[in-house]
């Protein structure tokens, strides 16, 4: 009885090479090949985007670079500051516990939906508490 294979293309020892030749000189050639300005942005909570956000739409939409962003925080500390977005929400946002349980979700979405607006290509969020206001500093 013939044994199954399982690649629908024989796999020889030099179609294994080849193959891993090839992806090994992937990366490289892509990064010779991509030669626009990149920048990465760091900020410390999801929104802080906004201070430059005319500046970061003219480098990806208007000169074509390529702009990545960092997310250190996760917002929650952002409670004091939502009375305007309670209405729009419907939580009561200012309310430490309640903004502390929502934030998150809804700074992390607002923070996605204007980078499709700037064309920022990748978002990392690193979702590191936000608890300063807390700390009666
Ligand atoms: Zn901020």
């Known amino acids: ?11 020889t020892r030099r179609r294994l090479l080849a193959a891993m030749a090839g992806a090994s000189a992937l990366p490289r050639q892509l990064r010779s090949q991509d030669r626009r300005e990149k920048a990465l942005l760091v900020v410390a909570h999801p929104d802080d985007e906004y201070n430059f956000a005319a500046t970061t739409y003219r480098f990806v939409r208007e000169l074509g670079g390529v702009a990545d962003q960092v997310v250190i925080t996760n917002g929650e500390g952002g409670y004091r500051y939502s009375a305007l977005a309670e209405s729009i929400y419907g939580i009561s946002l ?37 608890w300063a206001w807390g700390a009666g500093r």
Not at 1 to 11: G, K, R, Y
Request: no cysteine; proline share 8%.
């Open 1 to 11: 009885m013939q044994q199954q294979h399982p690649f629908p293309i024989p796999l």
């Open 94 to 130: 200012t309310n430490e516990s309640e903004g502390r349980a929502h934030l998150p979700a809804i700074r992390k979405q607002e923070t996605l939906n204007a980078g499709k607006i700037l064309g920022i290509r990748k978002h990392y969020f690193l979702d590191q508490r936000d």
